[in-house]
Nanobody, 119 residues
Framework: QVQLVESGGRLVQAGDSLRLSCAAS????????MGWFRQAPGKEREFVAA???????SYAASVKGRFTISRDNAKNTVYLQMNSLKPDDTGVYYC?????????????WGQGTQVTVSS
């Protein structure tokens, strides 16, 4: 069983930067493929970014070039660096353990952290 705890979400202005963290416990973190998803009010949860292994990444088109996913295996933590934030980036951001290399099927979810971007 893996537990994921996100942090770092807050209210920011458009154009600002923000870094989200996700601390994992249980399982073997270094072996996990990790992802970030988000859910805006009234919308379905959507994929944001994934890190397969240590170096293979994938991003949603809407965030590519602005967001960066990374991990620190020594701290059992995955990060999402978000730059040039837009109001459309507002939502609850969820960390997840992904089941397959290259996929977005989720085995475990975190509880989420709220990001609000004001215009």
């Amino acid at each position: 069983q893996v537990q994921l705890v996100e942090s770092g979400g807050r209210l920011v202005q458009a154009g600002d930067s923000l870094r989200l963290s996700c601390a994992a416990s249980g399982g073997t973190f270094s072996r996990n493929h990790m992802g970030w998803f988000r859910q805006a009010p009234g919308k379905e949860r959507e994929f944001v970014a994934a890190l397969y292994g240590s170096t293979s990444t994938s991003y949603a088109a809407s965030v590519k070039g602005r967001f960066t996913i990374s991990r620190d295996n020594a701290k059992n933590t995955v990060y999402l660096q978000m730059n040039s934030l837009k109001p459309d980036d507002t939502g609850v951001y969820y960390c997840a353990v992904l089941r397959y290399f290259g996929g977005t099927v989720v085995d475990y979810w975190g509880q989420g952290t709220q990001v609000t971007v004001s215009s």
